[in-house]
């Protein structure tokens, strides 16, 4: 069962079956599993499938912007809606985890249902569900861990069929559909990023300056992996955003800043992970960068828990 030309066309021919001559409306995010998703369903469909990629405002330095380049090369038809202010507002003093996830999870779906809407109705939701997703939000016989909010937020009132190609697939299975749907290697071998965003890696209250803060951290830590060769060899990186200021000094001033924690795990699933012996030059560099270009920032940390006992994002 390799997932190559075979399994496509079969998979092809059963959402051709499921869809019938209805329309399918897809939230794309960003991400691999939501892209490979939208691929294989517009082979099925054809111009019946409506993408729209709500920017929650929660997506890391300029993936907006690189994300849409790539949809169009990719010549997949999508909308941009900018909710951004809305999913902030929404998510006001919100700090406890559960309820950040269910509070975007349940406004996604709002949003999509309003985009379908505006394109007259849809019949079906397409999702890029892969299967650790469907286990780890307690549909799998496990208990909950995290409700992933392609799993675990759909309102129970939603009207729309749910489409969810890559439900029974691990990630590397979905690169490789991926492959042989001819979406760009570069793309398929970017790191996993969760649905809910920084949404989830911003712990505390979500405000647009400390995801700002987390944005530009981030982008300085990826871009040290790269230089130094690492990228492709590690399953995740990112930085995470503490609610916990601590006390430093410049020259001869007090500062009182922000915690930064950096992440980098090794997976074959998600399922388990262990973290990454990151050699000492490069988060020395990352460090020193982010103390100095993020001047909100005055302590870098590096988390060295496997998965488990931890997750591998926080929240
Ligand atoms: P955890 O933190 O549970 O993450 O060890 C396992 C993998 O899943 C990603 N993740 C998500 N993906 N929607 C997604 O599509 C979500 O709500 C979500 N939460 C976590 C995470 O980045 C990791 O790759």
């Not at 075979?6 to 399918?24: D, F, H, M, P, Q």
């Not at 286990?135 to 909950?144: K, L, P, Q, T, Y």
């Not at 290697?185 to 649905?195: A, I, K, N, S, T």
């Not at 973290?275 to 940390?301: G, H």
Request: proline content about 4%; charged content about 30%; hydrophobic content about 40%.
């Amino acid at each position: 069962w390799t997932l190559g030309a075979e399994w496509v066309s079969r998979e092809i021919e059963k959402i051709r079956e499921k869809v019938k001559g209805g329309t399918v409306i897809c939230g794309l995010s960003g991400g691999v599993d939501s892209t490979v998703s939208a691929a294989i369903t517009q082979r099925a469909v054809g111009d019946r499938l409506y993408c729209v990629f709500v920017d929650h405002g929660m997506l890391r330095k300029d993936e907006g912007q690189r994300v849409m380049e790539t949809y169009r090369s990719l010549d997949l038809n999508v909308r941009y809606v900018d909710a951004g202010e809305r999913f902030l507002k929404a998510l006001e003093g919100v700090t406890e985890p559960e309820r950040k996830r269910k509070i975007i999870g349940e406004l996604f779906i709002r949003v999509f249902e309003e985009e379908a809407r505006r394109i007259g109705g849809s019949d079906w939701l397409l999702q890029g569900t892969i299967y650790p997703d469907v286990v780890e939000s307690g549909h799998g016989g496990g208990g909950v861990i995290k409700s992933h909010h392609n799993v675990g937020g759909l309102p129970k009132d939603m009207k729309m069929g749910l489409l969810e190609p890559l439900r029974d697939l691990f990630k590397d299975e979905v690169r490789r559909v991926g492959r042989t749907l001819g979406i760009a290697p570069h793309f398929l071998g970017r790191h996993p990023f969760p649905g809910p965003g920084l949404a989830v890696r911003c712990l505390g209250e979500l405000r647009k300056e400390r995801l700002d803060i987390l944005r530009d951290a981030d982008a300085i830590f990826i871009e040290e992996i790269r230089n130094f060769g690492l990228y492709d060899d590690i399953w995740q990186a990112f930085c995470v955003l503490l609610p916990v200021r601590s006390v430093g000094v410049v020259g001869d001033v007090r500062s009182y800043g922000e915690t930064i924690v950096l992440r980098a795990v090794s997976s074959l699933d998600a399922m388990t992970a262990e973290w990454v012996r990151l050699p000492y030059e490069l988060l020395d560099t990352v460090s020193r960068r982010i103390c100095n270009e993020v001047p909100q920032v005055n302590r870098v940390t590096l988390d060295v828990t496997s998965k488990p006992p931890a997750t591998i994002e926080w929240e």
